[in-house]
């Protein structure tokens, strides 16, 4: 039974792949020509301006707002290096992933109608499937890591499940998982961005894996080439991995309903008289909670 739903996540991530892949391709198709128009309107735009001067029919302020239109979109005019271009399969990879985990970078806009009829459609496809991709995942990380917790907190507590073990656990999930998250994100941006702090970085990661995603801090800006490809195709790895830690930390949270505030949000309205049937200690967002809480044991029967 276990093989048979690996062997699902498994076929679902492939199909995931296969959706986000095809999907960005199809966006690289519609978006590329409205790229190209723009920057051969902005050589004409800047050639004019600097072969004629005050005397062009192009202005500072035309050349400057055709700028602003294309930056609106993503697009960059420091090289026409080709492989820098917005549009690209890998920057559309990372445009599809930023939509599906809502975190929007901003660091591509459809400038088309057709364009933006895709992305509406993609938004209410990918959103979904980002989310069951995400859960699956961190439910098999969490039911792995539930395991590790009866076992600790049989060893050091000599019970099965505990408060004590909760916040144990809790602990070292965060500092695991955290580590290693935010290691190997700093490691890759601050890598690539040269420009960047520590603060920037970490700044970065956190507005990222919370789906805020500001998009104040452009991406690659000074990558060309298949190095910039790779970094699209990692920042967009780098967004799945984080949502799905945020995930299981949260879940590792709701783990421990005595200590957790969202006790006091979830149940401030609740009636005099409970249905026994009803668990109010199960607020949980991907599974049941770990057997052994809400229930008594034989001694205290």
């Known amino acids: 039974m276990r093989l048979r739903g690996v ?12 959706v986000t892949t095809l999907t960005s391709l199809a966006l690289v198709k519609i978006e590329q020509p409205f790229e190209q128009s723009w920057r051969e309107r902005f050589r004409l735009l800047k050639a004019d301006f600097e072969a004629n001067g005050c005397s062009a029919d192009t202005t500072l302020d035309d050349v400057i707002a ?36 809502t975190v929007g970078f901003g660091h591509l806009a459809p400038g088309t109608v057709a364009g933006k009829v895709l992305v509406i459609i993609l938004i209410l496809l990918l959103v979904p499937m980002t989310l069951i991709l995400t859960s699956a995942v ?10 590790l917790r009866r076992c600790m907190s049989l060893r050091l507590f000599g019970e099965r499940t505990s408060v004590k073990s909760g916040l144990l656990h809790l602990l ?12 190997a994100g700093l490691g890759l941006v601050l890598g690539s961005e040269r420009d960047w702090s520590v603060l920037d970085g970490l700044y970065f990661l956190v507005v990222s894996v919370s789906t805020v995603g500001l998009g104040d801090m452009p991406l690659g800006g000074h990558l060309h080439g298949a190095w910039r490809d790779a970094y699209c195709i990692l920042i967009a790895v780098l967004l799945l991995v984080g949502v799905t830690v945020v995930l299981v930390l ?18 401030w309205a609740a009636p005099e008289e409970e249905d026994p049937e009803d668990d109010p200690e199960d607020t949980h967002l991907i599974e049941d909670a770990p057997a052994g809480y809400g229930t008594k044991s034989p001694q205290d029967q």
């Open 7 to 18: 062997a699902i996540l498994a076929c679902y991530s492939v199909c995931y792949l296969a």
């Open 172 to 183: 070292l999930m965060t500092v695991v998982l955290g580590t290693l998250l935010v290691g």
């Open 250 to 267: 949260l879940e590792t949270y709701l783990d421990i309903p005595q200590v957790g505030f969202h006790t006091l949000v979830t149940h």
């Open 66 to 101: 055709h700028i602003e239109e294309g930056q609106n979109h993503g697009f960059s005019v420091r090289t026409d290096d080709s492989s820098s271009h917005g549009w690209t399969n890998a920057g559309s990879f990372l445009f599809m992933v930023s939509l599906g985990t």
């Open 138 to 147: 961190a439910g098999g990380v969490l039911r792995a890591s539930r395991k």
